[in-house]
């Protein structure tokens, strides 16, 4: 979705490194996700946020952290990459309470 | 937490025939959504369907909340149509979703020309 723009696209890292993933949104939805995609295995939630005074972790937040610089704008860190981070990571949004989500073209990352 | 299972993991398909996939909870949604990502990883919403059905093309969705399952129907299947198809569903009890979806294994659908 062109709306929800990720970067980078791809990346190679090495353990012990911190790395940023960005995601920025123009549809002005209120609501952002952070999800990891593992091969062959569905999505799982990783950070999310209402606005951005509002931060809450997902399943799956040890590890990473994240920052909400602006209603359009949710980062996703990882303080010192280790392998088992080697995944696919989306970024989502959604407006309403009940309202379908929509991704971003994900970011594939390897730790090495 | 809920548990979601899609059925059939895999399927092969000629180009031109149907499909039905199925998504199974184990507890009660008020927000249920099917996605597509396609052989590049990109992820489309197909369907946002807590209940009801919808249709979209060649694409429906059914989704029975009292029976705690939903269905994806592919007619007239082409190889575009090939990639994973993701059930989500957030099974908040207040009646308020907040967009944390848990999601299904995926069914792998191949077609072939």
């Known amino acids: 979705d062109a709306d929800v723009t990720q970067t980078p696209r791809n990346r190679i890292t090495k353990t012990g490194k911190r790395i940023m993933l960005e995601c920025s949104q123009t549809?002005?939805?209120?609501?952002m996700y952070w999800y990891r995609q593992d091969p062959g295995l569905g999505l799982q939630l990783i950070y999310y946020s209402f606005d951005v005074k509002d931060i809450n972790k997902g399943e799956i937040s040890d590890g990473y952290s994240v920052s909400r610089q602006a209603q359009a704008k949710f980062s996703l860190s990882l303080e010192s990459a280790i392998p088992n981070q080697t995944a696919l990571y989306f970024c989502a949004t959604s407006d309403l309470t009940n309202s379908p989500l929509h991704f971003g073209n994900g970011t594939r990352l390897t730790v090495t | 937490g809920i548990q979601v299972e899609q059925s059939p993991p895999d399927l092969i398909l000629q180009e031109g025939a149907n499909s039905t996939l199925r998504c199974n909870f184990s507890?009660?949604?008020?927000?249920l959504q099917w996605f597509h990502q396609n052989p590049w990883g990109q992820l489309i919403n197909l369907f946002y369907i807590p209940s009801g059905t919808k249709q979209n093309g060649r694409l429906s969705a059914t989704t029975v909340a009292t029976e705690r399952y939903s269905l994806l129907y592919i007619s007239s299947s082409q190889t575009t149509d090939s990639g994973v198809y993701f059930c989500a569903v957030d099974s908040n009890a207040g009646g308020t979703s907040y967009g944390k979806l848990t999601f299904g294994q995926g069914t792998i659908l191949t077609v072939h020309p």
């Open positions: 549809k002005g939805h209120d609501r």
């Open positions: 507890d009660s949604v008020n927000n």
